[in-house]
C-alpha cells in the first residue's frame, strides 16, 4: 500500500511550529489536534457516502451523506491520546478503543500493557494513531495484535504526524496491506532512536512529563 504524505502547506506550518522547542504543553496539544483533523480529511478522501432523503427549506432532495462505515479510533498509548480529538473533531459518532504499547528504553523493543477494543467491529474503518513512526517497532506490535484479533490490515489506517524512513520501512515490510498516512517523513534516526530532526518525545512534550 502507498504510503501517503499530506505535504498541505497549512500542516507544514502547524508541523514546524509542533517541532520548536519553545512550543509548550499546551500548545503542543493543540497542534497535534488541529493536524491529525488535517490529516483525517486526506485519509478519508476514499470513503463512500450514500444517498439521504433529507428536506432543505425549499424542497425535498436525494443527497449524499452519512458515511457508510463505522468509524474505530484507536490511539497507541499514550502520545496517541493526543491525536484523539483531532480525529473526534470529524467523527464525533467514533468509537474509540485503547492500545498501551511503550517503547522499552533500553533495547527499544515494544512492550504492550494495555488493550481494550469496541465491540463488534465487523466492516468499521479502523485508525490506529500515534504522532510517531520511529523504529516501527510500536506501530508493528499494535498492528499484529489488531490482526491477531481477525481485523484485516486492509480496515486498518495508520496516521502518525511524524516518521523516520526506518518505521515506515518496517511497517510496510510487515504490514503491507496497512495504509500510512504522515505530514513528513524525517531524514533519520539517532542512536537513541529518536526521530532527526524530529519533534522530541512526543507523549513528554504532550503531558510535561
Ligand atoms: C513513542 C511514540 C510511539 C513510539 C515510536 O512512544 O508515541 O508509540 O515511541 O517509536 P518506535 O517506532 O521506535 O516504536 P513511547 O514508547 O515513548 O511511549 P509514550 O507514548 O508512553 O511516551
Ligand atoms: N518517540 C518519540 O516520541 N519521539 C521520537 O523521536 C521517537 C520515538
Request: with cysteine; charged share 30%.
Given at each position: 500500500m502507498p504510503v501517503h504524505v499530506t505535504s498541505h502547506p497549512m500542516i507544514q506550518h502547524k508541523l514546524t511550529v509542533l517541532r520548536r522547542k519553545e512550543t509548550p504543553p499546551k500548545d503542543f496539544r493543540e497542534l497535534v489536534v488541529e493536524i491529525t483533523t488535517?490529516?483525517?480529511?486526506?485519509?478519508?478522501?476514499?470513503?463512500?457516502?450514500?444517498?439521504?432523503?433529507?428536506?432543505?427549506?425549499?424542497?425535498?432532495?436525494?443527497?449524499?451523506?452519512?458515511?457508510?462505515?463505522?468509524?474505530?479510533?484507536?490511539?497507541?498509548?499514550?502520545?496517541?491520546?493526543?491525536?484523539?480529538?483531532?480525529?473526534?473533531?470529524?467523527?464525533?459518532?467514533?468509537?474509540?478503543?485503547?492500545?498501551?504499547?511503550?517503547?522499552?528504553?533500553?533495547?527499544?523493543?515494544?512492550?504492550?500493557?494495555?488493550?481494550?477494543?469496541?465491540?463488534?467491529?465487523?466492516?468499521d474503518a479502523i485508525f490506529l494513531i500515534d504522532p510517531m513512526l520511529a523504529t516501527g517497532g510500536s506501530a508493528c506490535a499494535a498492528i499484529e495484535f489488531m490482526k491477531t484479533r481477525g481485523i484485516p490490515g486492509s480496515r486498518i489506517k495508520f496516521l502518525c504526524i511524524l516518521a523516520a524512513p526506518e518505521g515506515v520501512a518496517a511497517v510496510e515490510e510487515a504490514h503491507p496491506d496497512v495504509d500510512i498516512y504522515v505530514a513528513a517523513i524525517d531524514s533519520r534516526l539517532n542512536e537513541q532512536a529518536y526521530i532527526l530532526p524530529g519533534l522530541g518525545d512526543a507523549g513528554d512534550r504532550m503531558f510535561g512529563t
Open positions: 488535517c490529516m483525517a480529511y486526506e485519509a478519508t478522501r476514499e470513503f463512500h457516502l450514500r444517498e439521504v432523503d433529507i428536506e432543505t427549506p425549499l424542497m425535498k432532495a436525494r443527497l449524499k451523506g452519512v458515511i457508510e462505515n463505522g468509524i474505530i479510533i484507536m490511539p497507541i498509548l499514550r502520545a496517541g491520546l493526543g491525536m484523539v480529538d483531532g480525529m473526534l473533531r470529524l467523527f464525533p459518532d467514533a468509537r474509540v478503543g485503547h492500545i498501551g504499547i511503550y517503547r522499552e528504553h533500553d533495547t527499544l523493543k515494544p512492550v504492550e500493557y494495555y488493550c481494550k477494543f469496541p465491540q463488534e467491529m465487523e466492516g
